[in-house]
């Protein structure tokens, strides 16, 4: 009986995350209460009490295992190409730009992102959460391309900070871009094109290397 508690406490948690986001992809996070969750989750504000200090903290937890994945993909791919990192870090951007343009609760998670929130009020903590995450996935995406470095892949003297820097915002630029205008471009099949341009830059920008 235990168990079955326990599986039905995870099931709960998951459904409220699941509805919350779609509140917060419709409304927007500031304008989306703990009480309209409940209402349209159909379960108690007490049941949300339950799992979640607050709004911040439930916001935070959905935006957490949307970065889980990626890490869940990362072991994945290294197992598939064991001694080939910059085919890893190639297939993730690429899985990155396919989903948000193919899977419904990764384009909504990048949409509140990018256009459906408001760091502020009691959302302030959130953003010192989010703030921490992207720190954290720099110091990955770092990693990786020192890895790929070390493999001969890339250029030994590529510049690895800046490198960083301009791919977290060159593929937070086509998320962010394509969610305002999907019209514009279609971002799930020329994904792989855009991932190639950018590891292209790498290699042979004079400007990404150190002198």
């Not at 760091?119 to 989010?130: C, I, K, S, T």
Request: aromatic letters at 8%.
């Amino acid at each position: 009986m235990a168990r079955k508690t326990k599986q039905q406490a995870l099931a709960t948690r998951q459904h409220i995350l699941d509805v919350a986001l779609k509140l917060f992809s419709q409304r927007g996070v500031s304008a989306t209460s703990l009480a309209d969750i409940a209402q349209a989750a159909g379960v108690t504000r007490g049941a949300i009490y339950w799992h979640f200090k607050n709004k911040s903290d439930l916001f935070s937890e959905i935006w957490e295992l949307s970065e889980a994945s990626i890490a869940d993909l990362e072991i994945e791919y290294r197992a598939k190409f064991p001694d080939d990192p910059l085919s890893v870090l190639r297939e993730i951007l690429v899985y990155i730009l396919e989903a948000t343009a193919a899977e419904e609760r990764r384009r909504l998670m990048m949409e509140i992102i990018y256009h459906k929130c408001e760091f502020v009020g009691e959302m302030a903590v959130a953003q010192q959460a989010h703030r921490n995450l992207c720190l954290a996935s720099n110091e990955r995406i770092e990693q990786s391309l020192q890895l790929c470095m070390q493999a001969g892949l890339l250029p030994q003297t590529l510049l690895v900070r800046r490198a960083a820097i301009l791919m977290r915002s060159y593929i937070s630029g086509l998320m962010e871009n394509w969610l305002f205008a999907p019209e514009m471009f279609d971002l799930q099949s020329e994904a792989r094109t855009y991932v190639a341009i950018l590891l292209e830059m790498y290699q042979f920008c004079p400007t990404l290397r150190a002198n």
